[in-house]
Nanobody
Framework: VQLQASGGGLVQAGGSLRLSCAASGRTFSRYTMAWFRQAPGREREIVGGIRRSSGIRYYSDSVKGRFTISRDNAKNTVWLQMNSLKPEDTAVYYC??????????????WGQGTLVTVSS
């Protein structure tokens, strides 16, 4: 599956952005989807994920209550709604797909990344 992330940009602290990840192919529903981010000088970290079968969502503690991940299998798309953004949310955001029921799985496919910059 090929993934195309979009929606990044520059936003002031407290603002919102919605990232989209469009997947190619007809097997999107078979994949658990996740969003990761990597800030300059830091390791990549998972932001949130949504399981393929149950749709159960997972969020890192740093974004819980502010970010929402959702998916539409008919549209082959997963979104990350980011509210109450903070400067520390600044990073390149990646969507990823795993052929697994578990958000903690190794991810097989990655999008190209979209930059989110939050100004203070």
């Amino acid at each position: 599956v090929q993934l195309q992330a979009s929606g990044g940009g520059l936003v002031q602290a407290g603002g919102s952005l919605r990232l989209s990840c469009a997947a190619s192919g007809r097997t999107f529903s078979r994949y658990t989807m996740a969003w990761f981010r990597q800030a300059p000088g830091r390791e990549r970290e998972i932001v949130g994920g949504i399981r393929r079968s149950s749709g159960i969502r997972y969020y890192s503690d740093s974004v819980k209550g502010r970010f929402t991940i959702s998916r539409d299998n008919a549209k082959n798309t997963v979104w990350l709604q980011m509210n109450s953004l903070k400067p520390e949310d600044t990073a390149v955001y990646y969507c990823a797909a795993a052929n697994s029921d578990y958000v903690t799985a190794n991810y097989d496919y990655w999008g190209q990344g979209t930059l989110v910059t939050v100004s203070s």
